[in-house]
């Protein structure tokens, strides 16, 4: 090897040892690109597991205060005494203003039969006891003519305080009543149902046929055989009448097997 060569080997060790021992040693790289430094690069981050959703916040436990306690409804009563009970000194329309006595009903409380009618009158008013006065005296001898007695049978109206002069009762009267009727009908749980009129027809079957026209056809109410004819009050006023009624009554001595 030759002396020239030699030489630049030589200086190229020196040069070598010179960057070991300065420990800055430079990177040349080919033209257009940037020096590097002899730095550690910073390593890129890895690829970090996907976030995990962030726990729900709990939310603030309020109290809630607690629920007023419902009304128990009349239906939900066992007994007519409890459902008198719950009626109590009824305020719940204005026909409590001007009546003596709430008229709620009479008879067996377990009775096959009952008859519902439309309001109290005068003499029920006074005495607290629905069907007394002449309408009432006749009922009995419809009752007696079908072979039942009175008190084997059970007797109400829709509403349980007098209408002032005999009205007829308002629908809001007969809504703030119809509760107690129908819980009186639930407790008894009757055979047979004869309604007395108009008013009782229509509130116990939900709709507003005539009762002209409603009269000696069995309908039913909860499932129980319904039988609507006249009020004896129009009997008692139309005595023509009372031929259709006994026929429609005569109907419901069948389901009993009394003819």
């Not at 009349?74 to 009546?99: F, M, W």
């Amino acid at each position: 090897m030759s002396d020239e060569v030699n030489e630049v080997l030589l200086e190229l060790r020196r040069h070598l040892a010179w960057q070991e021992s300065d420990g800055t040693r430079m990177l040349l790289k080919s033209p257009g690109e940037s020096v590097l430094s002899t730095e550690e690069p910073v390593k890129p981050a890895a690829a970090s597991a996907p976030l995990a959703k962030p726990a729900p916040v709990a939310k603030p436990v309020v109290a809630t205060p607690p629920v007023a306690a419902v009304a128990t409804s009349p239906l939900q009563l066992s007994t007519l005494d409890e459902v008198r009970t719950h009626l109590g000194n009824c305020t719940r329309c204005k026909l409590c203003n001007g009546r003596k006595n709430i008229v709620f009903g009479v008879g067996n409380p377990r009775a096959e039969l009952v008859f519902v009618g439309e309001g109290p009158g005068a003499d029920e008013d006074t005495q607290g006891i629905p069907f007394v006065g002449a309408a009432g005296q006749l009922l009995t001898r419809m009752i007696e003519a079908m072979k039942f007695s009175r008190d084997e049978v059970y007797i109400c109206n829709v509403v349980k305080c007098r209408p002032p002069g005999n009205r007829n009762p308002e629908p809001d009267e007969i809504e703030a009543c119809e509760p107690f009727l129908k819980s009186q009908l639930a407790v008894i749980k009757p055979k047979v149902i004869v309604a007395l009129g108009k008013f009782a027809a229509q509130t116990l079957l939900r709709e507003t046929t005539p009762i002209t026209r409603l009269r000696g056809q069995w309908r039913e109410y909860e499932g129980i055989p319904l039988m609507p004819t006249f009020h004896p009050a129009y009997l008692l006023r139309s005595p023509d009448e009372k031929k259709k009624a006994w026929i429609d009554l005569q109907e419901v001595m069948k389901k009993f097997g009394r003819k």
